[in-house]
């Protein structure tokens, strides 16, 4: 089975590149928030933690030694909004534990340092919370070793809050230089394939028409593309079956020409001769010459006859007269007349009937054509001795019908000649017409009419080879069941 593309359409095509440009874009909105903008933002919460340290831990050297927890949370409190909206922790630390926080903490709030140099502070409730040191300084209050901590918790990642806008001023001339770039190459495909499209269409206009798109997309470029190429396709076979035609054309007025010819040629020297007072004819000469003038004009008529005959058949200006009949009695009566003929050639013609009867619907006349342009042509051909043999059966093949079969032992035909048989004014190069023709020779029609009245039935015609030599001619015509 032949597979063909699933159809689809652009539509989806320029949707799904769309789609995946912007997702390609929030990923590197993604990367970039990553990679620079928060090792920047990071690095700035530091410095400026770093600054407020210095600050911070000189303002606690100045202040009075009994200064209160609550006192001293206000002035790290204070600070704390001086860094700004900063998810920051400032802690005052000393060996016993916090001293004061921002914000303020709770009693029996314990910060410890982590191995990896982080720290964590733990809650009387047992909850702890991993802290991230921006900066620390020592603090010399005279009331033993203190040290100023600036952290912030360790959260879990989430989107930068106060940076959104400019991440997304970021990411805008990104995203439009990205959709530009896939609009670009959608672009550039489009145009690819609509030059091969004007390709095609140029070489078809220039007389080209073996040039071929295939593309197989299944978008709507590909299945116009899929119907400039079966319009070529077409037009190929059109023009070689127009080129093939005229060709026969050619062929059948020459070989007209021809036929037409050779019997006025023949008739013009008779008369000559006759004429020719310088000539002297005897009576029994020109009885002869007569006889010959007669005879070529009888060919010349019949030749005609046949030409107009499978002229009209061709063109269907012969209507079929159809009617039931038995082909088995009308083939018999046929072969009866012209039975005394083949004893005279010195043939034997037998006839096998393999069914009783063979009721079809079918012009008689026609049926009867058939039978004696088939008889017509062995008589020409068959040398003397010959044995001709007929016979109807049923029809063996996919068709349901009956068998008309004539088979001769005469020359025969070339196997590379049997398709050409039924060709108008065939005539084999082989050992058929080496041995002459009775009759003063056919028109080199009747085979013709014979398959063009089959054909016009419905059935089909064929010649087969015989061995060791021979020619064997199957006529099959379907079945007509009688309508009540």
């Keep these: 089975m032949s597979s063909r593309p699933r159809r689809h359409s652009l539509f989806w095509t320029i949707a799904g590149l769309l789609l995946l440009t912007l997702a390609l874009g929030t990923l590197l909105q993604a990367l970039v928030a990553e990679a620079v903008l928060r090792p ?16 911070l831990a ?112 970021l990411f805008l001339p990104i995203g439009l230089v990205a959709s530009v770039v896939a609009g670009l190459l959608m672009l550039r495909l489009l145009v690819r394939r609509l030059r091969g499209l004007e390709a095609l269409a ?57 036929e037409l010819a050779t019997p006025l040629t023949s008739i013009r020297g008779y008369a000559e001769t006759m004429l020719d007072p310088g000539v002297a004819v005897t009576e029994s000469e020109r009885t ?3 006889r010959g003038v007669l005879e070529e004009s009888r060919r010349l008529d019949r030749l005609i006859h046949d030409l107009f005959d499978l002229a009209r058949l061709e063109a269907g200006a012969t209507p079929l007269e159809r009617e039931r009949l038995d082909w088995v009695a009308l083939c018999r009566n046929t072969i009866q007349r012209f039975e005394r003929r083949f004893t005279d050639a010195g043939l034997r013609l037998q006839w096998d009937e393999r069914v009783a009867e063979a009721w079809v619907q079918a012009d008689g006349h026609r049926l009867e054509e058939v039978l004696e ?33 004539a088979s001769d032992d005469g020359p025969g035909v070339a196997p590379e000649e049997l398709d050409r048989v039924f060709d108008r004014f065939y005539r084999g190069t082989g050992a058929r017409v080496s041995g002459g023709s009775r009759d003063g020779g056919g028109s080199g029609l009747g085979l ?37």
């Design 58 to 169: 000189s303002d606690l050297a100045r202040d009075a030694r009994g200064a209160s927890r609550t006192v001293l949370d206000s002035t790290l409190y204070r600070k704390r909004l001086e860094l700004g909206d900063r998810p920051a922790w400032i802690l005052l630390r000393a060996d016993s534990g916090v001293v004061a926080s921002a914000p303020r903490g709770r009693e029996g709030d314990d910060v410890t340092a982590l191995p990896d140099g982080r720290m964590a502070i733990s809650f009387p409730s047992g909850e702890s919370l991993r802290l991230e040191v921006l900066a620390r300084r020592p603090v010399s209050r005279g009331t033993g070793h203190e040290e100023l901590l600036i952290v912030r918790p360790i959260l879990p990642r989430r989107a930068l809050g106060a940076s959104a806008m400019r991440i997304t001023v």
């Design 448 to 484: 013709a009419i014979v398959r063009e009245i089959i054909e016009r039935h419905g059935g089909v015609v064929r010649a087969e080879g015989r061995e060791p030599h021979g020619l064997t001619i199957l006529i099959d015509i379907p079945e007509r069941e009688e309508r009540s």
């Design 373 to 405: 342009n088939l008889l017509a042509n062995v008589l020409r051909y068959v040398p003397d001795g010959g044995t001709v043999n007929l016979w109807l059966d049923r029809s063996t093949g996919a068709m349901r019908g009956f068998r008309l079969g």
């Design 288 to 290: 002869r010459y007569m």
């Design 40 to 55: 920047l933002e990071n690095r700035e919460w530091r410095s400026r933690a770093e600054s407020a340290a210095v600050v």
């Design 202 to 258: 140029a070489r078809v206009t220039a007389g080209d028409l073996s040039v071929r798109v295939q593309d197989a997309s299944g978008d709507e470029i590909g299945r116009l593309a899929e119907q400039l190429d079966l319009m070529t396709a077409s037009l190929s076979a059109a023009r070689s079956q127009i080129e093939a035609t005229s060709r026969q054309r050619r062929q059948l007025f020459a070989n007209i020409t021809h």
